[in-house]
Nanobody, 124 residues
Framework: QVQLTESGGGLVQAGGSLRRACAASGRTCSSYHIGWVRQAPGKGREFVAVISRTSDYTYYVGSVRGRFTISRDNAKNTVWLQMNSLKLEDTAVYYC?????????????????WGQGTQVTVSS
């Protein structure tokens, strides 16, 4: 199975940018679709974005489309989430997650493997 480790979280002002990284170890990253999920304070987990195994398909939740970009480099076993034009409502714990299924997962229940999550805080 795959182990996932996130990095790149932190504090940023509204309108700023952050780049999150998700490093995969164990089984090769290219076996999995990789997604990002977030959980804001007092709310449930929300799907954010996903990239397919070979990067030929990406999908974003509407609230981040046009501001966030997901990408991957299987040779480096790493997936990135570039977050631009950050808003206060983007404040959350962000998790990367993986799934080996045929179908690219676009909701949180479809993911089998999870990172530990790291905080992103957007301030005014």
């Amino acid at each position: 199975q795959v182990q996932l480790t996130e990095s790149g979280g932190g504090l940023v002002q509204a309108g700023g940018s952050l780049r999150r990284a998700c490093a995969a170890s164990g089984r090769t990253c290219s076996s999995y679709h990789i997604g990002w999920v977030r959980q804001a304070p007092g709310k449930g987990r929300e799907f954010v974005a996903v990239i397919s195994r070979t990067s030929d398909y990406t999908y974003y939740v509407g609230s981040v489309r046009g501001r966030f970009t997901i990408s991957r480099d299987n040779a480096k076993n790493t997936v990135w989430l570039q977050m631009n034009s950050l808003k206060l409502e983007d404040t959350a714990v962000y998790y990367c997650a993986a799934d080996p299924s045929i179908v690219v997962p676009t909701n949180t229940q479809q993911y089998n493997y999870w990172g530990q999550g790291t905080q992103v805080t957007v301030s005014s």
